[in-house]
């Protein structure tokens, strides 16, 4: 991290901050309970930047960010950038509901673990 940059962390919006998505992008569920409390204290030491994937799919992106910025106001979500572009943006935190650790250079907890915590998300 350079110095004198505060540090980023990507906050996955469906599935983290409330129920994975309906189908509809335009539609987002209720916050999860906490999650305003939870970004709140990860603001206080992180730039925090808010990633979906139904930026990938709504057609009407202008929209969308409307939709989403008036959810995040109403959900006391503290946030400071939406990401919008195709990607991952650059982070030195990605926080995630589908997200599986995997350090190959540390051992028990390389392809192996990561392999079985897939399979423990999947239900295989």
């Known amino acids: 991290m350079a110095a004198g940059r505060r540090p980023v962390a990507v906050v996955d919006l469906g ?3 409330a129920p994975a998505g309906t189908g509809n992008p335009f539609v ?3 916050a999860y309970p906490g999650a305003a409390a939870f970004t709140h204290l990860l ?3 992180f730039r925090i930047v808010i990633q979906t994937k139904r930026v990938t799919n709504c057609g009407d992106l202008p ?3 409307r939709i989403m910025e008036h959810w995040l106001k109403v959900n006391k979500i503290k946030y400071d950038e939406i990401w919008t572009k195709m ?3 650059l982070a030195d935190v990605f926080i995630d509901d589908k997200a599986v ?3 190959p250079e540390k051992p028990g907890l390389g392809y192996k673990q990561a392999l079985l915590a897939v399979k423990e998300m999947t239900g295989e």
């Open 28 to 30: 987002i569920r209720p």
């Open 15 to 17: 599935g983290v901050l």
């Open 63 to 65: 929209r969308l960010i």
């Open 43 to 45: 603001g206080k030491r």
């Open 101 to 103: 650790r995997c350090f």
């Open 87 to 89: 990607g991952k943006p």
